[in-house]
């Protein structure tokens, strides 16, 4: 009998992994790495109990998967013991190439998308383990013969929204995004190859996808959340402009490396291993040390930038429907101007726009798929009682200082 090793998980309570592959990967340096890195970010600045991490998320969707992998085998869905593992692989690292702060500096420190780091860090990891990650790689990259393994790992009900809509809820307190994940999995079964999920489970989609629409705005997308990001943002563009101009900065020379260079994905494919070993030394500590002494930089504007995040001193942030008209940006600069002693041209630092979006629900590709008791699959848009928000909503946003006497 397989010994497991237990873990508690304050969202679910007892977990059990099994010793092996999966535990391996767990202690891998690459993977506690993750507990560096903050699952929400910059959220904790309006939910003070929102410092979870990557870690806790990736071993919470692990957790979910080996209840769906129960559920479907118990249902004589053929799912072999190699098969179970690579699912499990592909969903633990599925986050592994997150950097510091999530998606924040997703594109700033570096412009590669996580989930093409995650594949590179995958594939590093599968040359170390002898190809034992051949099958999870598979499943990541959808070319298994099984899609309903991908869809289990990526897809508009996978177990990855699973766990960070329940966990992010649970830490931040925002009770709109508690979803019914385990009536959800025991409702999940196979037809044609695909996942779907039986006609009584319907309910519980729905409220999963409204749970999702719910957390964006009122927790990812909140506009102090948004303002907090933004201005880490600038802080790390302000101070790559420096490094880039010759100036010195106090910084980890892991930090220092991304600072002073931009890598591509072609850097990364002719020094993989390299650059990768880099990247993994980043996590959140390395952003934070850095504005913390960058607070007495001699630079007046990465100063003020650093101590206002330290310090939380968040700017303001407006947010419209419609595009903001160019007098009224103008005006705004302007006043901004006015109280700040800083320069004309550093004000695009202090006064940016921007526009986030978001669409709960897709019906564009890989559609839920409801099994109807009479054996019709049918997609969600075509069973549910109540209209499902699939529309892209687009928000735009101003953000700049208050005045300094009211930071």
């Given at each position: 009998?397989?010994?497991?090793?237990?873990?508690?998980?304050?969202?679910?309570?007892?977990?059990?992994?099994?010793?092996?592959?999966?535990?391996?990967?767990?202690?891998?340096?690459?993977?506690?790495?993750?507990?560096?890195?903050?699952?929400?970010?910059?959220?904790?600045?309006?939910?003070?109990?929102?410092?979870?991490?990557?870690?806790?998320?990736?071993?919470?969707?692990?957790?979910?998967?080996?209840?769906?992998?129960?559920?479907?085998?118990?249902?004589?869905?053929?799912?072999?013991?190699?098969?179970?593992?690579?699912?499990?692989?592909a969903i633990l690292l599925h986050d592994i190439g997150h950097g510091p702060f999530s998606h924040t500096l997703e594109h700033t420190l570096i412009g590669i998308p996580h989930e093409r780091l995650s594949l590179l860090f995958m594939q590093r990891l599968n040359d170390e383990f002898g190809g034992k990650l051949n099958v999870a790689i598979q499943i990541f990259l959808n070319a298994y013969p099984k899609k309903f393994l991908h869809q289990l790992v990526s897809?508009?009900?996978?177990?990855?929204?699973?766990?960070?809509?329940?966990?992010?809820?649970?830490?931040?307190?925002?009770?709109?995004?508690?979803?019914?994940?385990?009536?959800?999995?025991?409702?999940?079964?196979?037809?044609?190859?695909?996942?779907?999920?039986?006609?009584?489970?319907?309910?519980?989609?729905?409220?999963?996808?409204?749970?999702?629409?719910?957390?964006?705005?009122?927790?990812?997308?909140?506009?102090?959340?948004?303002a907090a990001e933004q201005m880490l943002v600038q802080a790390l563009r302000r101070a790559r402009d420096l490094v880039q101009s010759g100036l010195p900065l106090p910084v980890a020379d892991n930090l220092g490396l991304f600072l002073h260079h931009h890598f591509t994905e072609n850097d990364f494919a002719a020094q993989r291993d390299e650059l990768l070993d880099h990247f993994a030394d980043l996590d959140d500590y390395d952003i934070m040390y850095a504005l913390k002494a960058w607070r007495h930089a001699n630079d007046p504007l990465l100063a003020f930038l650093s101590?206002?995040?330290?310090?939380?001193?968040?700017?303001?942030?407006?947010?419209?429907?419609?595009?903001?008209?160019?007098?009224?940006?103008?005006?705004?600069?302007?006043?901004?101007r006015q109280y700040n002693a800083f320069p004309a041209d550093q004000l695009?630092?202090?006064?940016?726009?921007?526009?986030?979006?978001?669409?709960?629900?897709?019906?564009?590709?890989?559609?839920?798929?409801?099994?109807?008791?009479?054996?019709?699959?049918?997609?969600?848009?075509?069973?549910a009682d109540y209209g499902i928000q699939s529309k892209i909503v687009t928000k735009y946003y101003l953000c700049y200082p208050k005045p300094l006497g009211t930071i």
């Open positions: 009998m397989q010994k497991n090793k237990i873990l508690n998980d304050p969202v679910y309570g007892f977990l059990s992994l099994p010793y092996g592959i999966v535990f391996d990967l767990i202690e891998h340096p690459y993977f506690q790495r993750l507990r560096r890195i903050k699952q929400t970010s910059l959220t904790h600045y309006v939910y003070p109990g929102a410092l979870h991490t990557r870690f806790h998320h990736a071993l919470g969707a692990l957790h979910l998967t080996n209840q769906a992998i129960e559920v479907l085998r118990n249902k004589n869905v053929d799912i072999s013991d190699e098969e179970a593992d690579g699912l499990r692989m897809g508009q009900l996978d177990m990855d929204r699973m766990d960070y809509l329940n966990r992010d809820s649970f830490f931040t307190g925002v009770y709109e995004g508690v979803i019914g994940y385990d009536r959800i999995i025991k409702m999940l079964a196979v037809q044609d190859g695909e996942l779907v999920v039986e006609e009584k489970g319907i309910y519980s989609v729905e409220k999963f996808l409204i749970a999702r629409r719910l957390m964006y705005w009122q927790v990812y997308l909140h506009k102090t959340v948004l101590k206002s995040l330290i310090n939380r001193r968040l700017f303001k942030l407006e947010l419209r429907n419609e595009p903001f008209d160019r007098p009224y940006v103008e005006a705004v600069r302007d006043r901004v695009s630092y202090l006064v940016f726009e921007g526009k986030e979006t978001n669409s709960a629900y897709s019906t564009s590709k890989d559609e839920i798929k409801i099994l109807h008791k009479d054996g019709r699959v049918l997609p969600m848009s075509a069973t």
